[in-house]
């Protein structure tokens, strides 16, 4: 252990870390059979997706491409087009036995013009893989209870999970927690914390007038949006760590010889809970209407989507990082550290998602994979993390992670009084999140 200039405490590997051997959790061995056993046809799932690149809540290739995968395993009851959306769909094995609800989120989406580079078909294999190496522990020990895949579209900005939470479709099916992963280039973490996010149109209406002639018969729309822009950058100084506001000009008037009767821009305020981007938002509204009351325009905010933050669960995390750690042969600092603060550290993300408002709504897992980056070593939202998500590696590591998230659920399913910490972690954590900034 040695302490940095920064005062935090690095714990080197050698301690943190339990070696694979002394640690290998119980149903390690017939969880790993059970994907390897299947992981020809995931790779075939998983390519077909990756190479066929669909918008928010239009990925009928990759709605289709897994309910049929779904529906050919044993035992699988699948929805198609679930809950009113086309692309959304639900995949549920049933014991038959009443027990906990453990289910997984399934992303599909891609980017515009640079395809999977959020890597979300290998979020997708992680999910189904996770999935269904549970129900298949479940049958061959016996356990009770219920998995349940869903299918969530939309991530990149459409708020797919969202919907499926306001439609109803986590409580229809009685889910006790959710698990779900990220890629990434970093490292291998358990504990993810992304930051809450709201996205808004700002739109001023002035009025023209000749710029030259007759200035004093406008109303400037442009210099209201420009003075708002500059009371944000003012108000910059005065933000928190974790706050973030950002935005662009995308309407900035006609003509110079025209005072700018219309003027408009999309902005983005993050923080790291969703209480203190309450707190941000409100101050950031200020600035805008500071621009309105400097020139006369009218203002006119029109929200366009909104996550909340990622709660981390350290029950889950723990029992992630023991399955994971173990199925690792591969170097210390991809292992991921019993130190869950640490580990927490390392988890933090600037980046929002709606697995955020999932995690508000139940406990919920995200941890974030490490794959090997593309030639220029570009993390996700770059084309060089398209080509890097694609590589058959990747593919490995995605099933090392579905590995780790059925060992998650499974124990869940056979750890006395694990669930409950669960429950009650997330309890402490989400009433923690509102009170940190209070
Ligand atoms: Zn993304
Ligand atoms: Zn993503």
Request: hydrophobic content about 40%; overall charge negative; glycine content about 8%.
């Amino acid at each position: 252990m040695r302490v940095d200039a920064d005062d935090f405490v690095v714990v080197s590997h050698e301690d943190a870390a339990p070696s694979p051997l002394e640690s290998a959790p119980r149903y390690l061995s017939e969880i790993d059979d059970a994907i390897e056993h299947m992981s020809e046809r995931l790779w075939t799932v998983n390519k077909k997706i990756h190479d066929n690149p669909e918008l928010g809540y239009e990925e009928f290739i990759a709605h289709e491409t897994l309910t049929t995968f779904m529906r050919s395993v044993d035992g699988w009851k699948v929805t198609p087009s679930a809950y009113g959306l086309k692309t959304a769909w639900v995949a549920v094995w049933d014991s038959g036995t009443k027990g906990p609800v453990v289910s997984f989120n399934c992303e599909m989406d891609a980017l515009e013009e640079i395809g999977h580079a959020c890597g979300h078909n290998l979020i997708a294999t992680a999910s189904v893989s996770g999935a269904i190496a549970t129900a298949e522990i479940m049958k061959s020990n016996r356990l009770a209870g219920k998995v349940v895949l869903f299918g969530t579209p939309a991530e990149e900005g459409g708020g797919g999970k969202i919907k499926l939470l306001q439609a109803g479709a986590y409580k229809d099916h009685k889910v006790d927690l959710n698990l779900i992963s990220h890629p990434g280039i970093k490292r291998n973490h358990a504990l993810t914390r992304t930051s809450a996010y709201t996205a808004f149109r700002v739109e001023y209406f002035g009025r023209e007038a000749h710029a030259a002639a007759s200035p004093w018969l406008g109303i400037n729309a442009l210099d209201a949006l420009v003075t708002a822009y500059n009371a944000i950058s003012v108000l910059r100084q005065q933000t928190m760590p974790g706050d973030i506001i950002q935005g662009n000009i995308s309407d900035g008037g006609s003509r110079p010889n025209i005072i700018h009767a219309y003027a408009a821009g999309n902005f983005v305020v993050r923080a790291d809970t969703q209480a203190r981007l309450d707190e941000l938002v409100v101050k950031v509204r200020n600035c805008f209407e500071a621009g309105a009351t400097a020139t006369g325009a009218k203002l006119k905010i029109t929200p366009s989507m909104a996550y909340a933050d990622h709660v981390p669960n350290r029950p889950l995390g723990a029992s992630y990082a023991r399955y994971f750690n173990a199925l690792s042969s591969s170097s210390p600092s991809q292992m991921i550290p019993a130190d869950q603060d640490l580990d927490e550290m390392l988890g933090r993300s600037g980046a929002s998602t709606d697995q955020g408002d999932v995690s508000y709504a139940m406990p919920s897992l995200s941890p974030g994979f490490a794959i090997v980056p593309g030639p220029q070593g570009n993390g996700p939202h770059s084309p060089d993390f398209t080509q890097a998500s694609g590589t058959r590696d990747a593919f490995e590591k995605a099933l090392r992670v579905g590995k780790a998230l059925a060992g998650t659920a499974v124990d869940v399913l056979t750890v006395d009084g694990l669930l409950d910490q669960v429950k009650q972690a997330w309890k402490e954590s989400t009433k923690k999140g509102s009170q940190a900034v209070a």
